[in-house]
């Protein structure tokens, strides 16, 4: 089994994040100064080596400009006390160069520092210089290293009689070279007492925002988190202060209707951009502040929680609610029809006890004519809705509503120009939209003078068309486009599910088969709900 910490300890490094980094900011700016250091040294000793061969060749240049040299060097021997060595030492003393030396084209000096050496060869090739070539170079002499120039001697005449060779003592250019080491090494001594406590501050707020936690301990918390993120049931979905995606787990990207394979490309994208404008948006960017705030997107309907973080952002949880906003409608609607066959129980219990007291009076004919009266007029109902209306569901749907309908008081008709043929390609999503719209009409017609609910349901090809018409109160202009918001509700909550959804389902699952769902009024003041799904036949 290996240890996370092993190596750092075999290596006798310190455990925490914050000394690891704070030794490697140091190693990285000693090693930079050494290097610059060492960079800034290698060019300089070139530098002063070049200067010193310059300086030794510009002396010999003056000395060999001098035609006296020249003339000198033809009329005299090679002796301690010739005017040669005269004019050489003159020049040496007055230059600081550490030797000047004339010779003849023989390579033979007719000066030198050293009286005991005029006479004897140069000790090093002078063919060059003889040749008519300045040279510059350092090398290895009688008097040791140095940097030198050599120039040819010309006579007034213009043929070259000898040469001047002029040295400039190495050991100079060393020592300047050695004295210049202090001074940069106060600079670089600066720079790294600078770099170290840049390497401690930046050290330090390191360590102030990993908690002081190890390398190993930062990675295996965001393992976890990564494990955690993708396992729980929850969706998750972080955000940074300017408002851009952090992170999507797969269950917030199941939820936002986002593919599998897109969850880590919309990272660094804004909010805005990756869902589009809407209520989903405005809730999950803080816009719509709250707790356990509704909203739609897509075909479900989510549950959100916003939670600010300390850098500014924020993280947001979301709960699919959808099945639970199903049962809540089943209930609903159960408990309606349970209402109204208690109703009904009690309505046949009356007509029951009505038939009884026919029959003992013995009024046979008028106990018939009753019977037959009231199965017609329920054995008409449902006929009505089956002629016009072919799909089972629809025609279902209608015949329950219009018996919740009659215990509520409330008149519900199919208009004349119902006719929907069977073949909708989604049944289910036309119950929904339909038993939304004929609920709220039955609310809101309920306490007006007529009570009275219209359903129209046609088809123009393969487009169905479905309008609910009331005599309630209806809608202002000004709010029919506010109420297809998830959220807006004029009714009070019931106690086990939120108001203020059942239109903005209609207005979703019209838009995703393409259609639309819009609210108008009607002639007596009523509101009129139309909506149009194209391609909903088949």
């Known amino acids: ?201 930046l050290s330090r707020r390191i360590q102030r925002q990993t908690r002081d936690l190890a390398f190993s301990d930062i990675a295996g918390l965001l393992a976890e988190r990564e494990a955690m993120l993708h396992s729980i049931r929850e969706g998750v979905i972080a955000l940074d202060r300017d408002g851009r995606v952090r992170l999507v787990n797969d269950e917030a990207a199941r939820l936002l209707g986002l593919a599998p394979d897109t969850a880590a490309t919309v990272a660094g994208r804004p909010l805005d951009e990756v869902l589009g404008a809407g209520r989903t948006t405005d809730v999950l960017a803080g816009r719509v502040t709250g707790r356990d705030l509704l909203t739609v997107q897509g075909p479900r309907v989510l549950i959100a929680n916003r939670m600010p973080t300390e850098d500014g952002g924020a993280v947001a949880t979301l709960r699919d609610r959808t099945e639970l906003e199903h049962l809540g409608r089943e209930l609903d609607s159960t408990k309606g029809l349970i209402d109204a066959l208690r109703a009904q129980d009690h309505e046949h219990a009356n007509r029951l006890h009505t038939l009884l007291g026919l029959l003992e009076l013995g009024l046979h004919e008028e106990a018939v004519e009753f ?80 009570p009275l609910v219209e359903v129209e349901l046609r088809a123009e090809g393969r487009t169905a068309i479905l309008r609910v018409r009331d005599s309630g109160p209806g809608v202002p202009a000004a709010r029919r486009e506010e109420i297809f918001t998830e959220g807006w509700s004029t009714k009070q909550p019931k106690a086990h599910r939120e108001r203020g959804l059942g239109l903005a389902l209609v207005r979703r699952l019209a838009e995703r088969q393409g259609g639309t769902a819009r609210a108008g009024g009607t002639a007596d003041g009523g509101a009129e709900f139309s909506v149009v799904l194209p391609e909903a036949l088949r």
């Not at 990285?28 to 290097?35: C, F």
């Not at 001098?66 to 006390?81: E, K, M, Q, V």
């Open 1 to 201: 089994m290996r240890f996370p910490h092993m190596s750092a300890r075999r290596l006798g490094l310190p455990r925490r994040a914050v000394s690891q980094i704070l030794l490697t900011q140091l190693a990285i700016a000693a090693g930079v100064v050494v290097l610059a250091t060492g960079l800034f040294l290698a060019p300089l000793g070139a530098q002063l080596d070049d200067q010193a061969m310059r300086r030794a060749l510009a002396i010999a240049q003056s000395a060999a400009a001098d035609p006296s040299l020249a003339a000198d060097l033809l009329d005299s021997g090679p002796t301690a006390d010739s005017p040669v060595q005269a004019s050489a030492e003159r020049i040496r003393r007055a230059t600081g160069a550490e030797y000047v030396v004339v010779m003849d084209l023989d390579g033979i000096r007719r000066s030198h520092p050293g009286a005991d050496r005029i006479g004897l060869p140069v000790s090093t090739d002078p063919s060059e210089a003889l040749a008519g070539r300045e040279v510059m170079e350092i090398d290895e002499g009688t008097l040791g290293r140095s940097a030198r120039g050599k120039v040819p001697l010309v006579a007034a005449d213009g043929e070259i009689v000898g040469a001047v060779s002029v040295g400039i003592a190495y050991d100079s250019v060393r020592d300047r070279l050695l004295g210049a080491i202090p001074g940069l090494l106060a600079y670089a001594g600066g720079a790294l007492a600078a770099g170290a406590l840049a390497a401690y501050l």
């Open 371 to 450: 019977v037959t009266e009231v199965v017609g007029v329920h054995r008409s109902t449902a006929e009505q809705v089956t002629e016009k209306v072919h799909d089972p569901l629809l025609a279902a749907l209608l015949v329950g509503k219009a018996t919740v309908a009659a215990e509520r008081g409330v008149a519900l008709r199919l208009a004349d120009a119902t006719f929907l043929p069977d073949g909708l390609v989604d049944p289910g999503g036309l119950v929904t939209i339909t038993g939304n719209l004929v609920d709220n009409a039955l609310d809101a017609a309920a306490g007006s003078a007529t």
